[in-house]
């Protein structure tokens, strides 16, 4: 097998139908009136907002836009903006800046340099308003994380990879890119660099070190049990960077699974209950 940009093209127009009949079934057997989703104005949260206006009508997805003051930028609320015109969605915007602060000030141990930390009561905040509107409004929460970053671990445990759904979660940071273009998002905006805004002037190439075009192909032979030899040997970069990727994905595991329980009974929630409900 050769890593190639081409071993990464898939067919779009397929994936388009395939994840919009997932979205479609899925708010019909859960009885729901619609999507509720975070809108940032970058390409992961786009490429499902425009998925689930197609699959379920933009009049039943509504997109959340939440600012803060520390890590506002009007670009991407014009960006959101822009998704919301193209795909015909409900909107609502809610400043964070005050609960946040009300986090900030509730919590003794806080401390304003531990950016780490401070940035995670951010995306769990936006959890709390996505899952209120959830709840009032009968809606089911779409995720918007991606593969490549959800094998990395880049996300906020309980914060943004909290959802009942998460349509994209197949497909790398470059596959999303290209079907969003497929689904009419602008270019500018499907290629525009990524961030969490967890903090000002965040870039997740940056902290990841690595650009996404070479981790996807990284990923995607890890993924297939190529050894990191011979994807380094294929890729021309060093082996240390193929080991890092590896030993990151390993490393963030229980991020990506439910809380691990001891077995003490003849059947556990979670692990066990996994048969059709009229066989219990």
Not at 175 to 192: D, N, S, W, Y
Not at 248 to 275: Q, W, Y
């Amino acid at each position: 097998m050769k890593l190639t940009p081409s071993v990464l093209t898939i067919d779009f127009s397929e994936t388009q139908t395939r994840i919009c009949r997932f979205i479609k079934e899925y708010v019909k057997n859960a009885g729901a009136k619609g999507i509720v989703l975070g809108l940032s104005g970058g390409v992961d949260s786009t490429a499902v907002a425009a998925l689930s206006s197609l699959a379920i009508g933009g009049e039943n997805v509504l997109a959340l836009l939440l600012p803060e003051q520390e890590t506002f930028k009007q670009k991407d609320i014009d960006d959101a903006k822009t998704v919301v015109e193209i795909f015909h969605l409900q909107t609502v915007t809610a400043d964070m800046t005050e609960v946040l602060d009300g986090f900030y000030r509730s919590i003794p141990a806080y401390k304003e340099t531990d950016r780490l930390c401070k940035g995670n009561i951010k995306a769990r905040t936006r959890m709390v308003f996505l899952y209120y509107y959830a709840n009032s409004q009968a809606r089911i929460v779409a995720g918007t994380s991606d593969k490549s970053e959800s094998y990395m671990g880049y996300f906020t445990k309980w914060g943004d990879a909290a959802s009942d759904i998460t349509p994209i979660i197949d497909l790398y940071k470059t596959q999303v890119r290209r079907l969003a273009v497929h689904l009419g998002v602008p270019e500018e905006l499907a290629m525009k660099p990524a961030t969490p805004s967890l903090w000002p002037n965040q870039l997740a190439e940056s902290e990841l070190e690595i650009k996404y075009e070479t981790l996807d192909l990284i990923l995607y032979g890890l993924e297939r049990f190529m050894k990191p030899q011979e994807i380094t040997e294929q890729l021309g970069i060093e082996e240390a960077i193929v080991n890092r990727v590896q030993n990151r994905i390993l490393a963030t595991e229980h991020k990506r699974r439910m809380p691990l329980s001891p077995k003490l009974g003849f059947r556990t929630p979670g692990n066990d209950f996994r048969v059709p409900r009229h066989s219990y």
